[in-house]
Every structure is written in structure tokens, then in C-alpha cells.
């Protein structure tokens, strides 16, 4: 998988389908960046296999207590080393424009990761928050935790950071409000990973909210419907046994 790396970002798709968000490009963009990727599943054929997973969409129904999860959008995330942050933010924050505003993201590093390589952090507790609107700087802000810390302040919530430190091919699920970020990678080594961001499988398009993401995703649409086009957000597991034929 992580041979695909420089392929995606230099625009080598193997299905000759542009990802919807390709927000770093070789020789464009500053090499001490998190590149990142967003639906590449449309334009490879093995990240498809990866993040449209049965089993992915299993454990995230389980967790969440759903019928069954569809993919909303994956990401492809590559840290090299020097690479910056990413803020602290809840994934459900970006995706007002799905009904009912949730989600359950799996994510799963390609290498071992570690504090020192600016691997995933979670505050503990935080899906037990409520949701906030997404604020301030997504990439690279010089203070990746003012968000967070700025909601804690107000909220009177104690912070308590989880990193996650897990083997190449680890995993690692999370709650939709629960507040997460990364920091630089200080390591000598690169800090890839790829996620899911999943739904449950019977949500649809909000008829009216365009915050977020929507911008993007909200073309999707249907006329005079609400339905989400399994084409473009594929069911992945259901408790009566249906899966999208992705
Ligand atoms: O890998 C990262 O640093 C961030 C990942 C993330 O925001 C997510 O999986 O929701």
C-alpha cells in the first residue's frame, strides 16, 4: 500500500478517476506538509479494497450501535518526516450536510507509529462533549491544539491525550465527536496512513445544511431526493447482509 503513495500524490491514478480532494501535489507544494488525499478509493483499486472493507464497516456499526455503515470519505495521509500538523478537530463536525450528523472513522497507520513521528492523538472522553462547529486552520496551524484548548477553557472539560502507538497495519476507531489531531513528525521516517470515515448505512443528504465539507460532497445530490447514491457513498456492512457490489 505504501508504494501507492507517491503515485497518488503525483497524479498516477489507476483508474484515471481524480480523488475528490488532492490537497498536496509534488512540486507544487512545501515537501514539510501532511499531504493528504480524499476519496483516493475512486482512483485505486487497492485503497477501494482497504477502506470499503465488510469488516470495517462491521465494527463501526457495532461500535456505533447502527444497522450497518456506509463510506462517507476516506483519506490518505502521508507525514514525511518534518512534516507539520494537523489541528485538533471532531470529524462530525465537517459533515452538517449528512443526516443524522455522526460518524465512526477508522484509521489505519502503514508504518509504526509513535508521539515522536506525530501519530494520531485523542483526547479521551471527548465523544461525551457534544459537537462543536469547525473552526480555524485545518493544516499546519503553528498551534495545533488552540481549538481544542479553547473549547476545553470554555467548557470547563479536563484535557487528557491518548497517542496512539501501534505496529504498521494497527488500527484505530473513533467516535465522530471525539476530538483528535497530530502534531510534527520529529522522526527520520515517514507517518502514512489510511481511513475511513463511515456513516451509518439508512443516513442521507441534510435537505439544507451546507457547512463543512458540503462544498465538495453535496454535488452528489439527487434531484428532489435525499438519498445517498451508493456509487459514491458505498454500504459496507448491514445487519441483514446487503453490502454495496464495490
Ligand atoms: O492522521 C492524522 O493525523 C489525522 C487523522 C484524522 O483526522 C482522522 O482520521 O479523522
Redesign the pocket.
Known sequence: MNEKFPKLFSGDFETGIEPDEWNWRQGRDPENV?RQICNAWKSDKSIKELVCHEVIGKVCAQLMNWNGSRLLQD?V?W?PPGGKT?SY?Q?AAYDDWISPQTMM?C?IPLDDVSQEK???EYVKGSHLWGLAPPRGQFHSPDDYKKELTNFAKKNDKKIEIQYVEVPAGGVAF?HGYTW???GINTSRDNRR?V?A?CVPSDAEFHPTNVGGTARIYKKYKKLNSNELEESFFPILWTKKGYRTNV
Open positions: 501532511t483519506n495521509l507525514k494537523l478537530h470529524d472513522t484509521w506525530g501519530t494520531l473513533h483528535h489531531g497530530s496512513a481511513v470515515h
